[in-house]
């Protein structure tokens, strides 16, 4: 069964370096989006990306973080100065249209010292 | 932002019977609803879905019912197995993003 992949499951950096977690989605989904849960707290949406552009972003999003699709089947959520604050399980998902239902990586873990 | 809310944290219910977790909406634009059924360290799994048109859903032993007037939506499981046990997520949604509630832990008793 197709799934959504990401990579590494486990990150630890260092707080003010760069992160990039990296996740390939289902081969003949459109929509992918990035999704964070903080230790404890509810799950919460980052970025949705479509037709190589996001098209919907949360406050969360701020300038430090940034997606790209680089080929055509990875998608990456570039941290570029981490903060403690960041730590968390990072979750890619990807779907076949607009409003139907996302399918979700197994995440990764970021821990930010 | 309690858009989506799930009041109840756990649910402890004996395997054969019916298990019910309840989610509470207050925003109006959602237009489809999702439960999503979490392992620890693991991502959130689909299980089923529901669109504002419809009042139910079923797949099996997991049915999903939307009570638009009052903004409610519930998933039914029955009969209860014991590898039901996890975290259920109600997520509901108007455009491209799923707005997610807490979360209930849901035990099933052998």
């Known amino acids: 069964e197709p799934e959504v992949t990401q990579t590494p499951s486990h990150q630890v950096t260092q707080m003010g370096q760069e992160v990039i977690l990296r996740c390939v989605p289902i081969?003949?989904?459109?929509?992918f989006y990035w999704y964070r849960q903080i230790l404890g707290q509810k799950v919460e949406f980052l970025v949705s990306?479509?037709?190589?552009?996001?098209?919907?972003k949360s406050e969360i999003f701020d300038d430090q973080f940034s997606v790209e699709r680089p080929d055509g089947s990875n998608f990456t959520l570039k941290i570029r100065s981490t903060k403690l604050e960041d730590s968390a399980m990072y979750f890619c998902?990807?779907?076949?249209?607009?409003?139907?239902?996302?399918?979700f990586g197994q995440g990764t873990r970021l821990t930010v010292v | 932002d309690q858009q989506v809310k799930q009041n109840s944290p756990s649910l402890s219910v004996q395997e054969g019977r019916i298990s019910i977790l309840n989610c509470d909406y207050t925003?109006?634009?959602?237009?489809?609803f999702l439960w999503y059924k979490k392992y620890p360290a693991e991502g959130p799994t689909f299980l089923i879905s529901?669109?504002?048109?419809?009042d139910k859903n079923e797949d099996g032993r997991f049915t999903v019912f939307l009570n638009k007037s009052a903004k409610h939506l519930s998933l039914h499981i029955v009969p209860s197995q014991p590898g039901d046990s996890a975290v259920y997520f109600c997520?509901?949604?108007?455009?491209?993003?799923?707005?997610f509630g807490k979360g209930t832990k849901l035990t099933v008793n052998p």
């Open positions: 998902a990807s779907s076949v249209e607009r409003n139907t239902e996302a399918f």
């Open positions: 081969s003949n989904h459109l929509y």
């Open positions: 990306f479509y037709n190589n552009e996001i098209s919907e």
């Open positions: 925003n109006s634009m959602f237009d489809y």
């Open positions: 529901i669109s504002s048109i419809k």
């Open positions: 997520a509901a949604g108007g455009s491209e993003k799923l707005v």
